[in-house]
């Protein structure tokens, strides 16, 4: 509904959110008055629609804008009834939505404001997952979406896919926006669920539609494989009880077959439009996880070699990490544990909960316990999510301690 409403009141995203919070307002107040509509999606259009035209009435804007808006359906201003609502969102919404991602990842904007702004207004992130995700404070965050928003309504950056020649400059936003909304899904940092399923779904159908978009590219091949491989073992991360399950204790039964297939097959795509980009580097290593018939199987060396690749090719703090993991159970704990202090040391993850669960993992394995202990406590002060939480303190209480 944002990407429709952005596009018929003239391209302005901060206006077209407005409009619809109006309109979900007036919802909140009528429905339960009055009974749930038979179409609720086309009643919010329509309201939103009717505030936007109220708003621009009372501006110097709306001679400029009311054509958008009379003409938003194929039959001019009185057309939005419910049947027309509901073809816009089954035929155009997959169009609209893309043009609303190639809107806020405009060159126009730094990357992170391109990613951050896209995250909130396409895949329904609130700022402080957001922030969490950059780790970054929330305020911080809050008024980096501000300034892009601004940006985008005083530069007048259309709202449109651009053309096919400027697409491979908006590329990498795009993808980065994809995958950080499908990794929060994968392992929400809130909420009472490991993972978000409605998210990674919707990160995965964005995925396709920019391998339908850019077909020659060989990293979103790479981008939608890395997630299919992933999102293969989804079922498998936690229990009947919703409590986390480790890779290594999961039912590989459980695992989703016809995604790992898929994803092999778009890492071979990948593969023959050029050299390997981060994207298909970090689905190779997924590719190697879930051809594993145990954990056990699984080829670490392999895995390490792929990752010294992917951090000449993506140099992250977070790379390092995954990469000290493998170390670890390649060349034993002392070895990843002594990679994962150098990473302490930087700071660059202070804020990162994993980072002191991997050191007390590998501790654990050391059996110095009062270390482990502590590495637990850290991080249990940074996890939001109150599966994690749980996840942690059962550890924590197994030392004995």
Known sequence: MVAILTRTTGGDLAFAEDVLQQAWLAAFEQWPRDGWPEQPVAWLLRAARNRAI???RRSANFER??????GAGPEGADSLD???????????LPDERLRLIFTCCHPALNLEAQIALTLRSVCGLNTEEIARAFLTPTATLAQRLVRAQRKIRDAGIPYQVPAQKDLAARSEGVMHVVYLAFTEGYGASGGVDIVRADLCDEAIHLARMLVRSLPADGEIHGLLA??????????ARADAHGALVLLEDQDRSLWVREDIREGATLIEAGLRRGPPGPYVLQAIIAAIHASAETYADTDWPQIVAIYDLLRRALPSPVVELNRAAALAMRDGPEVGLAELDRITARGELERYHLLPSARAELLRRLKRWEEAGAAYDAALELCTNP????FLSRRRASLGM
Do not use: C, P, T
């Open 226 to 235: 890395l997630m299919l491989l992933q999102n293969a073992r989804r079922s």
């Open 387 to 390: 599966r994690e939480q749980e």
């Open 54 to 56: 109220d708003k621009i």
């Open 82 to 92: 419910s049947a027309f609502a509901d073809d816009l969102l089954d035929s155009q």
């Open 65 to 70: 804008k009311r054509h958008l808006i009379e």
